[in-house]
């Protein structure tokens, strides 16, 4: 594609090596450099072209030059132009994006047998990172990723760290933006990376305000359409991660930036659909659909052929039998002929085996790639009414994306072990960097300092977003269950439920139990405790605070912080003994109630004679 740029290659004796060259002077030696390493690539460029095609249902055409390569990827029988009526490529690709990446993936921090202590910091550093990737929609990101390895096999994200704006950003790569040398990454594990990036004129000198009076003195190439409202400049990007670490960007005839001290690991997060037997770049799932693709596409050019041919009924008459002009649409009509009557003819445009090889193509594609028409057109199995057998029909179809959903958790630890590194980085340059993230009992800010933990001191590994299931019904009937055989109380039923629409409802009616949380929680992180109100929930701020104690007690927690939940603990107490109602003071001896029998007046003497 860059040679539509007009980038030439260099030939084997004229190459350098570019992480030898001089400062300013690097683009002279790069440029060439990935110029033949997209030419080499080009194979793989016109299959994501056609790829994109066919889950687009269109040709694809963009305001650049070289996005004319789109217009030719499709061979003859894969014209899909508007021909393209089932279109399986895009079906497949929603349906089980839908399935995997419909959840937020958590990543969990441990701890290598830390103290206590150790143990709330990486609560935070878990709190502060997820507060970052949430914020600067890292999960957007990453269900666009997904999307582009079912298209075009590897789906790209680059973190980038932005010191001056204090966050991080995720910026999606188009799958051929991306270049890596083939004999480099047989293993899996470049050295070197390469990107090349279209900027419009004026975003690159806002990125680069160093270089404002070259860059603007550059002519750059304008919108194919004609339209000349900006220019546009094609950066490259290029990485050395081993042996020479260096980082530069050139344009062609500048070296914008050139770092030789490179240390935020490796620059791009990958995704694959389907990791391949040799090789670094991934399979697609419509690499895996397309032949019956094509053979659909095929099959419907004939069949529209036929049905625009042959689906209109006919008159089949001797000639001059009928006057030219008598057949019309009136009901009842009279036609006066000679000789033969005519006869209506209503021709079947297609045979029915057509339809049923289209219909088996149709299946046989769904089959194929794992999920079930059902699911490619949201409905359900007839007979499963309850939440659980559809949470079990879901979990059995999921099995044949276990590896994929594998694949997919990975790509979240990637993204957290790159984040923790950038916001390090963010705070060496600003001290007092603070990270918006939430608690159970709301949101709150992080210092970053306050929650960085050295890596070889922690774990990071992924854990299932939640337990529960997650078809709603299926998930009111486990948390019922648990409710009832008394594993969680009515308030823990209530933040388990999940339910946005009742949030609110549950926040107001379970305050107490959500107060105290906070309360304790704000003491295991070393604040001062506050005494405990009469308007508290008492007795659940004591078995929230006593529990919290006898756990921080047993894992080594500092005795400051332990002598403060005591406080908070005896201040509780003392307020629940206040409201106890005085028991009545004993009476005096001499207004003892009698004993029974004691005190009564003597029965009448027995007659004589009366027997007893």
């Known amino acids: 594609m860059l040679r539509q740029l007009g980038l030439k290659t260099t030939s084997s004796k004229e190459a350098v090596d570019w992480t030898a060259a001089k400062r300013g002077e690097v683009f002279n030696s790069l440029l060439p450099h990935i110029a033949q390493l997209d030419q080499d690539n080009s194979a793989r460029e016109n299959m994501m072209f056609r ?6 249902n269109t040709y694809t055409s963009g305001v650049f030059g070289c996005y004319r390569l789109f217009e030719s990827a499709a061979s003859p029988q894969g014209d899909i132009g508007n021909k393209l009526v089932w279109n399986l490529a895009k079906s497949c690709t929603d349906t089980i994006a839908a399935k995997i990446s419909k959840n937020r993936i958590k990543v969990q921090v441990v701890t290598d047998r830390g103290d206590y202590n150790l143990q709330r910091k990486a609560e935070r550093l878990d709190r502060a990172v997820y507060g970052v990737m949430y914020n600067n929609n890292w999960h957007r990101a990453a269900k666009q990723a997904f999307i582009d390895a079912c298209i075009c096999g590897t789906g790209i994200i680059q973190p980038i760290p ?24 047989i293993y899996g594990t470049p050295s070197r990376y390469y990107r090349w990036r279209v900027y419009s004129k004026a975003a690159l000198i806002n ?21 000349k409202s900006q220019e546009f400049i094609v950066a490259y990007e290029a990485w050395s991660l081993r042996n020479t670490v260096r ?9 914008l930036l050139d770092d030789e001290e490179y240390s935020y690991g490796e620059p791009f997060l990958f995704f694959r659909w389907s990791r391949p037997g040799l090789g670094f770049w991934g399979v697609s799932l419509i690499d895996e659909v397309a032949p019956f693709q094509l053979e659909i596409n095929k099959i419907l050019y004939y069949v529209q052929r036929a049905m625009q041919l042959g689906h209109a009924p006919k008159w089949l008459m001797q000639k001059g039998s009928i006057p030219k002009g008598i057949i019309t649409n009136q009901i009842g009509a009279i036609l006066p002929y000679s000789g033969m009557p005519p006869q209506y003819f209503a021709p079947q445009p297609i045979h ?11 299946n046989e594609a769904y089959a194929f790639v794992g999920i079930s028409a059902l699911s490619a057109r949201s409905e359900k199995p007839a007979g499963l009414e309850s939440g659980r057998a559809l949470q079990t029909y879901n979990d059995i179809e999921s099995e044949r994306f276990v590896l994929v959903g594998q694949a997919f958790e990975e790509l979240h630890i990637d993204a957290f072990k790159a984040t923790k590194a950038m916001c390090t980085l963010i705070a060496d340059k600003n001290p007092s960097f603070c990270i918006m993230s939430h608690s159970s009992t709301g949101g709150e800010r992080i210092k970053w300092k306050d929650a960085d933990i050295d890596n070889d001191r922690i774990l990071i590994k992924n854990y299932p977003v939640s337990a529960l299931p997650n078809e709603p019904a299926a998930r009111q009937e486990k948390l019922a269950e648990l409710l009832a055989n008394g594993l969680i109380s009515p308030a823990e039923f209530a933040d388990l439920a999940d339910m946005p629409d009742m949030r609110m409802h549950t926040e107001i009616k379970y305050a107490g139990y959500y107060s105290a949380r906070k309360n304790v929680e ?12 009469k308007y508290d929930d008492l007795e659940t701020c004591l078995t929230v605070a006593t529990n919290m104690y006898l756990h921080a007690r047993d894992n080594g927690v500092k005795d400051r912080i332990l002598q403060n939940l005591q406080e908070y603990i005896d201040s509780i107490q003392s307020l629940i003994e206040s409201d106890i109602p005085a028991s009545p003071e004993p009476l005096p001896m001499t207004e003892m109630p009698p004993a029974p029998g004691a005190g009564m007046p003597p029965l009448p003497p027995m007659p004589q004679g009366v027997p007893v």
């Open 352 to 362: 029915s085996q057509i339809v049923d090889y289209l219909q088996m193509l149709k």
């Open 247 to 255: 980082h530069v960007v050139c344009v062609d005839g500048l070296d």
């Open 162 to 185: 932005d010191v001056e704006n204090k966050k991080v950003m995720y910026e999606r790569c188009l799958p051929f933006e991306v270049l890596v040398d083939d004999m480099d990454a």
């Open 522 to 533: 704000a003491i295991l992180d070393g604040e001062d405790p506050m005494a405990a109100e």
């Open 51 to 56: 790829n994109m095609q066919m889950y687009s």
């Open 207 to 227: 990125k680069f305000p160093e270089h404002k009076e070259k860059l603007m003195a550059m002519q750059g190439q304008t919108a194919m359409n004609g339209v």
